[in-house]
């Protein structure tokens, strides 16, 4: 099973800073936090990870509480393309797990 | 396009029937892994293979599946017998596996769309 939590669905304005929560209180020390999103019809597409500091990247940047409990993915001026599946994922990085565990996300819909 | 690429992007078939799917990972990526994705549902992991050997398998992937990767290359699922409940996208992902934080993210294909009839 999961082991995050996700509101089902979200709306944000066009330009506008979309933030997603994701809650996940039984993370381990070792265990990253990851956020991929799908777009209609594609396949999953990574967009940042990270284990305890502040990650940004050119898509989006990456909250992560101190406690570690709980992140938020910020796409810091959303656009339509961006409406899509996001997913919030914790697994250990590097090679000693392989599959990526995925529950029902957060669909983001990016309005005019 | 140097993505992951999975062929072909549609099937269609009558239960019974056997079906193989292929995926072509990203060619420096030694990790392959396949998923299966239903309607309103988060993909599920089926297995993974580093190089050619098979490391895991989900309990998902039922006896009527077979996964290849013989070169450690491309792979092929094999799905026998079908049946109407293997109606689903089937997504290939590719990754670099390193024993240190980061690096190992999953490229996705587009995924095989299964209908089966």
């Known amino acids: 099973d999961a082991k995050t939590t996700q509101p089902p669905s979200m709306d944000c304005a066009e330009g506008r800073a979309a933030n997603l929560p994701c809650n996940h209180s039984?993370?381990?020390?070792?265990?990253?936090v990851y956020w991929y999103r799908q777009i209609h019809s594609q396949g999953p597409q990574y967009i940042i990870h990270?284990?305890?500091n502040n990650e940004t990247n050119e898509m989006a940047s990456l909250i992560i509480t101190e406690d570690r409990k709980s992140s938020t993915l910020i796409l810091p001026h959303a656009t339509l393309r961006d409406t899509a599946v996001y997913y919030c994922?914790?697994?250990?990085?590097?090679?000693?797990?392989?599959?990526?565990?995925f529950g029902k996300g957060t669909k983001l819909s990016v309005k005019p | 396009d140097t993505g992951v690429s999975q062929d072909p992007r549609h099937k269609i078939t009558k239960r019974g029937q056997n079906v193989t799917f292929r995926c072509d990972p990203i060619?420096?990526?030694?990790?392959l892994y396949w998923y299966r994705q239903t309607l309103g549902q988060g993909p599920e992991f089926l297995t993974y293979?580093?190089?050619?050997?098979?490391?895991?398998k989900s309990r998902l992937l039922s006896d009527r599946f077979s996964a290849e990767r013989p070169k450690g290359s491309f792979s092929t699922l094999e799905i026998q017998r079908t049946e109407q409940g293997d109606s689903a996208m089937y997504l290939c992902?590719?990754?670099?596996?390193?024993?240190?934080?980061?690096?190992?993210?999953?490229?996705f294909g587009p995924g095989t769309r299964l209908t089966v009839l």
């Open positions: 992902a590719s990754s670099l596996a390193e024993l240190r934080a980061s690096g190992d993210e999953q490229f």
């Open positions: 039984t993370i381990s020390g070792n265990e990253y």
């Open positions: 990270g284990l305890k």
């Open positions: 994922i914790v697994r250990v990085a590097g090679g000693s797990q392989g599959n990526l565990i």
């Open positions: 060619s420096e990526h030694n990790r």
């Open positions: 293979f580093q190089n050619e050997a098979q490391l895991e």
